[in-house]
């Protein structure tokens, strides 16, 4: 097998939790199979610290599965499901909607995995996961009940892995060939395709913050929700019986899965605009119209550090013409996805948004990803979900 001889002390990290060796850290590589390959590491003592995958053309060349002696094969992968499977089953038995797999947090680098009953999305972030596919989809098929495993991969991250991007069914049993279906989340019912959904087919991430929206909504509120994607946010206020409901997204297929959803639960139809966000407010800031509630969940304005002054910027612009476009004593849930937008970050830009629209803000909820998408306090990587739920006076 090979062997990976880290560089004095570059071990500390590992020791710490953190699950990845950089190319810079390995002193030398013995006995190499292939420019991709399950590896040994070792310190610079030569004591066994594990085992992992190992990619020649990542920066990230060693990803750790184990600190164990032990075979990289089904049955570990099955361990290893089982045991985040017990996770989402401690917290809600019930369910049978959620991310199964988590990446680093659940010990299975570059790995997500989100189940829909008996349907599976699988998203793939590293060269080592992808050599091991068709054992992923065999314990998915064999140990999980999965009727239906689509790949959703392609993601731009995986270019620095050296790895195609490619997306499609990778099993289905008979009956289950369509990658559209029915399901429901939270006692809401959704129409979601595992190919043309975004990501992994839907936001999972969300489902507990939709869920805030019941809990402050008043009857008969206004409305506004910004970057809808497929109307998660929106469906939620229709549930807490709010009043008007207004739904923007740039996409066409988002704007028509919203339109779907509505139906499919037999709410009264939102009014949707297929529009630039940025332009939508901008529109709305030059007129009188006022909402209760506003949620504002725009993608990531940053991919690396590099950016990360032009986000703020963007992220300012939309929260104080959102906090001067509620009336008095209203809601803004405002969110950042980009792991590089620290917390910090984030609420000085918030209070910053605040002072130029001349309002005060409140903060009642403080949010982050669901529980079955965990993170690992060793690795700031795995966390980019800041959420705030603020009453702005």
């Not at 089982?82 to 988590?102: E, F, G, I, M, T």
């Not at 030059?286 to 963007?314: E, G, M, V, W």
């Not at 620290?342 to 990803?369: D, P």
Request: glycine content about 6%.
């Amino acid at each position: 097998m090979t062997r990976i001889i880290l560089k004095k002390n570059e071990e500390r990290r590992l020791f710490g939790g953190h699950s990845w060796v950089f190319s810079n850290e390995i002193d030398k590589i013995e006995d190499l199979e292939s420019d991709v390959c399950i590896s040994s590491l070792f310190d610079s003592r030569g004591n066994f610290l594990g085992k992992g995958f190992y990619n020649k053309h990542s920066l990230i060349a060693y990803r750790h599965l184990t600190s164990k002696e032990e075979e990289i094969d089904e049955k570990f992968l099955f361990k290893r499901l089982s045991r985040a499977n017990a996770l989402r089953k401690r917290v809600k038995p019930n369910d049978n909607v959620y991310r199964l797999v988590n990446g680093e947090a659940d010990m299975l680098p570059g790995l997500i995995i989100d189940k829909y009953e008996d349907r599976y999305a699988v998203q793939i972030f590293s060269a080592g996961m992808d050599m091991i596919i068709e054992m992923i989809k065999n314990v998915l098929a064999d140990n999980f009940k999965a009727k239906l495993i689509v790949e959703k991969n392609m993601n731009s991250m995986r270019e620095l892995e050296g790895i195609e991007q490619r997306e499609g069914v990778i099993y289905s049993t008979d009956g289950y060939e369509g990658t559209e279906f029915e399901c429901e989340i939270d006692g809401i019912k959704y129409c979601i395709d595992l190919l043309k959904g975004q990501k992994s087919g839907f936001y999972l991430d969300q489902c507990e913050n939709r869920l805030l929206i019941r809990k402050y909504l008043r009857e008969g509120d206004e409305v506004l929700d910004l970057f809808c994607n497929e109307g998660g946010f929106a469906l939620n206020a229709a549930l807490g019986k709010a009043g008007k409901i207004t739904a923007v997204d740039s996409s066409e297929t988002s704007i028509e899965k919203v339109i779907r959803n509505f139906e499919l639960n037999d709410f009264s139809p939102p009014e949707t605009f297929c529009e630039d966000c940025f332009v939508h407010v901008n529109n709305l800031f030059q007129t009188k119209k006022r909402y209760d509630l506003i949620i504002l969940d725009p993608p990531s304005f940053t991919k690396s550090k590099k950016s990360i002054r032009p986000a703020l910027n963007a992220y300012f612009d939309l929260n104080y013409k959102c906090m001067r476009l509620l009336k008095p004593d209203s809601l803004l849930f405002t969110f950042s996805c980009s792991h590089h937008i620290s917390e910090a970050h984030f609420e000085e830009m918030l209070a910053n948004a605040a002072g130029k629209a001349g309002k005060i803000v409140q903060m009642l909820e403080k949010k982050t990803c669901s529980f079955d998408h965990p993170v690992l306090p060793q690795m700031p990587e795995t966390s980019y979900l800041k959420g705030y739920l603020l009453k702005v006076i």
